[in-house]
């Protein structure tokens, strides 16, 4: 059981938008940094937004974070067959000093 | 371009121990803590254990607790994992990564398997 909840799949048809919810507690997400990753399938993750809703460069801006109390969002715009991969959520818990990660959305894209 | 190479991963017994290396090269290493963080078949992602840039301070899952040990050698621009009594359940792909110096790991390795089995 995760400490950051995550819906297990999600999908939409190419072209389409699609949010990813990950929901936490006031240790984690509220006081803290939240930062997204995705997985592609037989690779590394690779880090999409830090600081709730920032994007390296190399990230297009179809790729969004947002946050609000204990919860946070990823949206992605205009889906690509390529943006089928893992989606994780993560976080400090200052309450336990731990990182802790959601367990993680699969994306189908129909 | 920053470059993290994990190595030392391989199959081990039940209760012995083994230790992964992580070579970090493209940025300062000394200015930034690192992550170690694990995938079992199949599963999600599992943060492991921090340790400052410095290697002052080091925070560990409960997990691995008093089983795995994380340490650097800035001079060498490396980040270890000395794991021991290892069980079947430590069976994953261990990534080891940058943190952002805002506890989030940025960068990642690609990553060494690690199997416990007899």
Redesign the interface.
């Known amino acids: 059981q ?1 400490v950051l909840t995550q819906p297990p799949s999600v999908s939409a048809a190419p072209g389409q938008k699609v949010t990813i919810s990950c929901s936490g507690s006031s240790s984690t997400i509220e006081n ?2 939240v ?1 997204w ?1 995705q ?1 592609l399938p037989g ?5 999409l937004i ?2 709730d809703n920032r994007r ?1 460069s190399r990230i297009p801006d179809r790729f969004s974070g947002s946050k609000s109390g204990t919860s946070a969002t990823l949206g992605i715009t205009g889906l690509q067959t390529g943006d089928e991969a ?1 989606y ?1 959520c ?1 976080t ?1 818990d200052s309450s336990l ?8 959305t699969k994306l189908t894209v129909l | 371009q920053v470059q993290l190479v994990e190595s030392g991963g391989g199959v081990v017994q039940p209760g012995r121990s083994l230790r992964l290396s992580c070579a970090a090269s493209g940025f300062t290493f000394s200015s930034y803590g690192m ?1 170690w ?1 694990r995938q079992a078949p199949g599963k ?4 492991v254990a ?1 340790i400052w840039y410095d290697g002052s301070n080091k ?4 997990s691995v607790k008093g089983r795995f040990t994380i340490s650097r050698d800035n001079s060498k621009n490396s980040l270890y994992l000395r794991m021991s009594s290892l069980r079947a359940e430590d069976t994953a792909v261990y ?1 080891c990564a940058r943190d ?1 110096l ?10 060494t398997p690690v199997t416990v089995s007899s």
């Open positions: 995760s803290n940094y930062s990753y997985q690779t590394a993750p690779k880090l830090y600081d390296p893992d994780y993560g400090w000093s731990v990182w802790v990660f959601g367990g993680g | 992550h963080v999600g992602l599992e943060w921090v925070y560990y899952a409960e990534y952002s805002k506890l989030e790991p940025d960068y990642w390795g690609q990553g």
